[in-house]
Antibody, heavy 117, light 107 residues
């Protein structure tokens, strides 16, 4: 059973960079069994896939966010990370990390990020 | 991008009812369709993947069907714990997208 845990600042100022890390336990990121994804959900709204990274470092991004998003993997720490640049209030959301193939099999509990000055 | 449209947005039902949620894709996705249940303050939970495969541990009253562009999630004999929001999700090989969600509420 893979367990994921998000961590990072809960408050980010507008125009700054949002940075989150997901720590994976119960399995190695390096096995290649899963892609490692980020999904977000504004309060009271639906789910939005942000992007994913594979153990090799290969990435895919949501075209609507691609210009501002970077996802990377650190296999030595069994972690993967998300950076979103030039944030605005529209980036305020619960951010989830997840293990995915064609579906999202395992999810972290989510972390709330508020963009506000 | 593949757009996913769920209907209805809200569904009112009673304990013991059978309900069906529909998800339509803007283009064919074969059977690369998953369904999730989400309760307030919790992460989504995978129920069905590849259109009709039930995730381990999910009660058999949940079932999925469909292919290409039209998919359904059916819940038989609704139980109190089934009242939640349901999302469909497609996979096109490189990206994912979700439906807008269906809020299943108690009548």
């Amino acid at each position: 059973q893979v367990h994921l845990q998000e961590s990072g600042p809960g408050l980010v100022k507008p125009s700054q960079t949002l940075s989150l890390t997901c720590t994976v336990s119960g399995g190695s990121i390096s096995t290649g069994t899963y892609y490692w994804s980020w999904v977000r959900q504004p309060a009271g709204k639906g789910l939005e896939w942000i992007g994913r990274v594979y153990t090799t470092g290969s990435t895919n991004y949501n075209p609507s966010l691609k210009s501002r998003v970077t996802i990377s993997v650190d296999t030595s720490k069994n972690q993967f990370s998300l950076k979103v640049t030039s944030v605005t209030a529209a980036d305020t959301a619960v951010y989830y990390c997840a293990a995915s193939n064609d579906a999202f099999d395992f999810w972290g509990q989510g972390t709330m990020v508020i963009v506000s000055s | 991008d593949i757009q996913m449209t769920q209907s209805p947005s809200t569904l009112s039902a009673s304990i013991g009812d059978t309900v069906t949620i529909t998800c339509r894709a803007s283009q064919s996705i074969s059977r690369w369709l998953a369904w999730y249940q989400q309760k307030p303050g919790k992460a989504p939970k995978l129920l069905v993947y590849q259109a009709s495969r039930l995730e381990n541990g999910v009660p058999s009253r949940f079932s999925g069907s469909g292919s290409e562009t039209k998919f359904t999630l059916t819940i038989n004999n609704l139980q109190p714990e089934d009242f939640a929001t349901y999302y469909c999700q497609q996979y096109d090989g490189n990206s994912y997208s979700f439906g807008q969600g269906t809020n299943l509420e108690i009548k």
